[in-house]
């Protein structure tokens, strides 16, 4: 199934980091303390949306979004403020022999991208020479190379990319006279990748 994109027009308005955080605990035998140590695994994102300031075709494209997917349904979302990452090292989906499919790491700060399929956003390169992509797996987060390579090759891509993200806060209906308009943000958070 296809992860659904958000309309790329409503991004980049307002948006802000909110810090994923990983704690651990150290519990002694016979002591009572316990000690957390807190780590920042890598910073979310959390976009804000003032509908009274969207434009109508910003509010035509939330409402088409809405009709097609609902409001519960992750989805794929493009910051143009920070959509671009560069000299990314790739990993092979395989081990062994020739190797045509390779997959943006899942650690690291490029953990949570999703890269665009749009010709023009991605260039891949085998030991540092630009290499044809036959395809992108937007959803499996892969680039597939028009003729295999060693799995030991050193591959790296420059792409543009979407954060997996859902809706935090929802727009409400207000009537102004005989207009219906949006009252309220839409608060949009980075979910991080799925499992």
Do not use: C
């Amino acid at each position: 199934m296809t992860i659904p994109r958000f309309p790329t027009v409503v991004v980049s308005r307002d948006w802000s980091y909110i810090p994923d955080r990983a704690f651990t605990e150290n519990r002694f035998a016979g002591n009572l303390n316990v000690q957390r140590a807190e780590h920042v695994e890598r910073e979310m994102r959390k976009w804000r949306l003032p509908l009274l300031a969207a434009t109508q075709a910003e509010r035509a494209a939330i409402e088409a979004f809405f009709a097609a997917n609902g409001v519960a349904t992750k989805f794929l979302l493009k910051d143009l403020a920070d959509k671009a990452r560069t000299a990314i090292t790739l990993e092979p989906v395989t081990s062994g022999g020739s190797v045509t499919r390779w997959k943006i790491p899942d650690a690291g700060l490029q953990g949570g991208d999703f890269p665009d399929d749009a010709a023009g956003t991605y260039v891949v390169r085998v030991g540092g020479s630009p290499v044809t992509v036959s395809s992108v797996d937007t959803d499996l987060r892969e680039f597939i190379l028009q003729t295999g390579v060693a799995d030991t090759s050193d591959v790296d891509a420059d792409y543009e990319y979407f954060l997996l993200s859902l809706f935090s806060a929802l727009p409400q209906w207000t009537h102004r006279s005989a207009l219906e308009v949006w009252s309220t943000v839409l608060e949009i958070e980075e979910t991080g990748r799925d499992a």
